[in-house]
């Protein structure tokens, strides 16, 4: 069954601001509580191999017991280049990377992918060589913890998500996109380049009402919901805001939930909550 859901939160001003001073003091406003809430129990790092060579970082953190594990997909060109010490060098202002001790103090372990190689994932995420990449990273997720994973993406990242999900079969126990891309972009792809029909673990869409981004226009959502014709359960969720300091399709507007980041974690958190692990 498909419900649709909406939360508002309007918020007192729309800024025109690009500084990079403004952003870094939202994201330490942001990260800074949620890290004294709650202690990160281990943090690990790890190359995993690739079939056709190579590998594939990944930075695994959590709780020691968590709820479930979740896998991120960060948008652009997924080239988030993880240091040895877990630090994130790039797309660190991504909605999900950016957030990560959000979700950690929800219960959740966290699993952050980068790119296979370091390389450019434009026009890769759709592909079985990605989903075999993406399989590689939550057979290292469970090595970790048995707790159900989830696949989580965002913006251009939703692509290898829901291929992740279309491939990966009981291994993956839900997804969640936001802020989906399904309008072509140069050397892009769409959620529609991937196995939507295949996804046969529950889905959560989100999308902000206020999303200007050329790519991820909102109104998208329930088509991705129709295309999910074997998922057990797919909700979409509209959330609303305004707030802007960037260009539409970057990291501080409402395409990536700028100013409603507590809410809108704390609304897939319980919508993850609430469904049954298969």
């Known amino acids: 069954m498909t419900k649709t859901g909406k939360f508002r939160l309007r918020l007192p001003f729309r800024a025109a601001l690009t500084g990079m001073a403004l952003a870094a003091a939202l994201l330490f406003a942001l990260v800074e509580p949620a890290l ?15 079939v056709g060579g190579g590998s594939e970082r990944v930075m695994f953190t959590g709780p020691g017991n ?6 991120m997909f960060a948008g652009g060109e997924g080239t988030v280049q993880i240091a040895d010490s877990g630090k994130i060098g790039r797309y660190v202002a991504n909605f999900l990377i950016r957030t990560l001790p959000l979700w950690v103090a929800q219960g959740f372990a966290v699993e952050i992918l980068g790119a296979p190689n370091n390389a450019s994932l434009k026009g890769q995420r759709h592909t079985e060589a990605y989903a075999d990449a993406v399989g590689r990273a939550v ?7 048995s707790a159900p994973v989830w696949l989580v993406g965002t913006s251009a990242g939703t692509p290898g998500a829901a291929n992740g999900a279309a491939h990966l ?6 997804l969640v996109l936001t802020s989906s891309v399904t309008e072509p972009s140069p050397g892009g792809e769409t959620v529609f ?11 959560l869409i989100v999308a902000n009402q206020n999303d200007a981004c050329r790519v991820t226009p909102p109104g ?5 919901a129709a295309a999910l014709v074997h998922s057990p359960r797919k909700d979409v969720v509209y959330v609303q805001s305004d707030l802007i300091v960037s260009s539409p399709c970057e990291a501080f507007a409402p395409h990536a939930f700028l100013g409603i980041e507590t809410a809108v974690v704390k609304r897939v958190a319980d919508w993850i909550r609430a469904t049954p692990a298969r």
């Not at 057979?139 to 913890?145: G, Q």
């Not at 079969?169 to 839900?174: D, L, Y």
């Not at 998208?220 to 991705?224: K, S, T, V, W």
């Open 193 to 203: 380049d991937t196995n939507l029909a295949a996804i046969r673990v529950p889905v």
């Open 220 to 224: 998208d959502a329930p088509r991705i």
């Open 139 to 145: 057979d290292f997720a469970r090595t970790k913890s």
């Open 169 to 174: 079969g009981s291994k993956v126990a839900g």
């Open 36 to 50: 004294a809430q709650k202690a990160v129990a281990q943090k690990v790092v790890s190359d995993i191999p690739l």
């Open 66 to 71: 968590p709820i479930a594990i979740l896998v």
